[in-house]
């Protein structure tokens, strides 16, 4: 079975451009989380989006914004990128409430 | 104070050691405990999930959750060269799908 599949694998990009990030569950998920994990840090978590309905926000300002597809594939945008934005950005599925999350290999974004 | 405390390391140990990695934790409503573990430049991989208190073994895995000391452990019997990678903590509330993560321990199996 596919596992979580994500597009870029790496992007660079420079100061004050956007950047849209996918990310495909695994077949049967409902669930989609996004999370930023800085270098030599652990994952931080930005969003979680339920049957297409965000249920969840963490600490990240208002330039992240996310959406989930009926096909429950999922994008997370970013605007007006700014160097700190620099990190592997992780997508992880799950069936939903209390069950095992599945991280994708991840899209590195570099901010120049 | 983070809600997740995890030695980073770096950690060495010889290949067939048993190894130790630990994590404490300060949100007494976490329930769900997971460890991770993340090659270089690579997605975190699920090896243990476990849901409050006890034990869980999987072949050279063994995974310990103390809700009354909130501290959390992963052992690794017979290590092997291709244990070597960041082993990540992390938790969640009941019905709450935000994981909190820990900072990673790097660990190196030496030949």
């Known amino acids: 079975d596919a596992g979580v599949t994500q597009s870029p694998t790496h992007l660079i990009k420079t100061r004050g451009q956007h950047v849209t990030l996918r990310c495909s569950p695994i077949s049967g998920h409902k669930s989609v989380s996004w999370y930023q994990q800085v270098l030599g840090q652990g994952p931080q978590f930005i969003f979680q989006y339920y049957e297409k309905e965000e249920r969840g926000r963490g600490n990240f300002p208002d330039r992240f914004s996310a959406r989930q597809f009926p096909n429950y594939s999922s994008e997370l945008n970013v605007n007006a990128l700014l160097l700190g934005d620099s990190a592997l950005y992780l997508c992880?599925?799950?069936?939903?409430?209390?069950?095992?999350?599945?991280f994708g290999p991840g899209t590195r974004l570099t901010v120049l | 104070q983070k809600e997740v405390e995890q030695d980073p390391g770096p950690l060495s140990v010889p290949e067939g050691a048993i190894v130790s990695l630990n994590c404490t934790y300060s949100?007494?409503?976490?329930?769900?405990f997971m460890w991770y573990r993340q090659y270089s430049r690579k997605g975190p991989e699920l090896l243990m999930y476990t849901y409050s208190s006890g034990n869980k073994e999987d072949g050279r895995f063994t995974a310990q959750v103390d809700k009354s000391s909130k501290y959390i452990s992963l052992f690794i019997r017979d290590s092997q060269p291709s244990d070597s990678a960041t082993y990540l903590c992390a938790m969640s509330n009941f019905g709450n799908e935000k994981l909190t993560f820990g900072t990673g321990t790097r660990l190196t199996i030496i030949p």
């Open positions: 949100n007494s409503a976490f329930q769900y």
């Open positions: 992880a599925s799950s069936q939903g409430w209390g069950n095992e999350q599945f």
